[in-house]
């Protein structure tokens, strides 16, 4: 067995094993809620004992992640969190784009293979790791590598650093906590050995919303119309919870979190950023990803163009009324800010223009934003001035 790495966090305790394929130090931090039992199925599975894991796990999730269950029951901000994912211990070969930005296994759990040093972006060069907005577009940011089945150890760092910025039960949503993280003793690029993640996640057998959506949902196209509509009030809540807090997820697509009982579940927090409350090219990014998402996810019902249509609109219109709730004067400043932010009247922030006109027409009387009308538009505030010269300086 090699020798000890230095831990990456100095408390965590550090557990070795070395009877599978990978040698493996597992790291324990001072909160983690695993039993002994949860730790030796994960470090049966991290290192490949047998060569194959498949009695081991109960799915898999996502392109490099595998879900089990948790021996005891631990909670996010009132959410319970029985399950865990593994992230970072191998691969499956065939996968279908679910949403703009993530892609789901859709070979058998068999055909798993173990991670490899392999550069991954070489065979799926479309996927993305983030977002950003250049000239006025979302764009995705490439990478130059990425280990196929595993983590680079300055990506955990950054995963396990972020995602304890916002599990401090201060939000409407719940999070995942680091349970426990691992590094291959025998498998390195460059100067960084790779390495998996352990977070807790509501239930294995759970799908996320985007699976759920697609392969789980039962009911009629009205049925699914009010789903999408549900959910996305509740996402557009959160999105404004977030950038009221001051930062941006960035990857808030549709497979990246859960619904447990109204309330979000929310994976994958490397991408966060904070932001300033003006700049609102960067809050873009939060809102315009869902409703991308939603776009890709219809094209895999078998719907007719027009209930396909319905309902991308309907998810749009349920977001924005979470993001501004029935506050009229906040939705009309973040539309001028919109419109400064990206130069005149350009619509390339947001592909739903129309359904924030609609919201201003039919729920605040509002006339259209188009040529400067509402700037010129008493303020909604009552004071009797312009909205330019009142709540929209």
């Known amino acids: 067995m090699k020798d000890i790495l230095i831990p990456l966090e100095p408390d965590s305790e550090i557990v070795k094993y070395g009877s599978g394929l990978y040698q493996v130090q597992l790291e324990l931090p001072t909160t983690t809620s695993l039993t002994q039992t949860d730790v030796d199925r994960i470090l049966q599975i991290a290192s490949w004992e047998g060569g194959n894991i498949r009695d081991k796990i109960n799915g898999y999730e996502g392109m490099r992640s595998v879900v089990i269950d948790k021996e005891n029951v631990s909670y996010s ?3 319970p969190l029985r399950g865990l994912q593994v992230s970072g211990i191998g691969y499956v070969p065939t996968m279908k784009k679910v949403t703009p930005q993530a892609f789901i296994a859709t070979s058998p759990v068999e055909t798993m293979q173990p991670p490899s040093t392999e550069n991954f972006l070489s065979t799926f060069p479309q996927v993305g790791a983030t977002t950003s ?3 006025g577009r979302i764009v995705p940011e490439k990478r130059d590598y990425a280990p196929t089945g595993a983590y680079a150890e300055s990506e955990m760092r950054r995963k396990i650093a972020k995602t304890r910025e916002v599990n401090d039960g201060r939000f409407g949503f719940s999070v995942p906590a680091v349970e426990a993280y691992g590094r291959y003793l025998n498998m390195t690029h460059g100067d960084e050995h790779l390495g998996f993640l352990v977070f807790s996640i509501p239930d294995p057998t759970l799908p996320r ?7 789980n949902f039962k009911g009629t196209v009205n049925d699914l119309n009010q789903y999408m509509f549900t959910s996305a009030n509740t996402l557009g809540r959160t999105a404004r919870e977030m950038h009221d807090a001051g930062f941006v997820h960035r990857q808030l697509h549709l497979a990246n979190f859960y619904t447990v009982n109204g309330k979000l579940h929310i994976m994958d927090w490397s991408t966060k950023l904070p932001v300033a409350p003006n700049d609102m090219r960067t809050r ?3 809102i315009r990803i869902p409703q991308q998402s939603v776009e890709t996810l219809m094209g895999l019902y078998l719907l007719q163009p027009d209930e396909a249509s319905l309902i991308s609109i309907t998810f749009s219109t349920g977001m924005m009324q979470g993001y501004f709730g029935d ?5 009309l400043q973040y539309l001028n800010r919109m419109v400064k932010a990206f130069g005149g009247t350009s619509t390339s922030f947001i592909d739903d223009r129309a359904v924030i006109e609609s919201l201003m027409a039919e729920r ?8 400067g009308n509402v700037r ?3 303020c909604p505030c009552g004071s009797g001035s312009k ?3 009142c709540h929209g300086k």
Request: glycine share 6%; proline share 3%; net charge positive.
């Open 387 to 389: 909205f330019k010269k």
């Open 364 to 371: 605040f009387g509002l006339r259209s934003f188009r040529d």
């Open 133 to 135: 907005i250049v000239n």
């Open 327 to 331: 506050d009229k004067i906040d939705l």
């Open 209 to 215: 919303f985007a699976e759920y959506t697609t392969k």
């Open 284 to 286: 873009t990014i939060d």
């Open 77 to 79: 901000n009132g959410t």
């Open 376 to 378: 010129n538009h008493p």
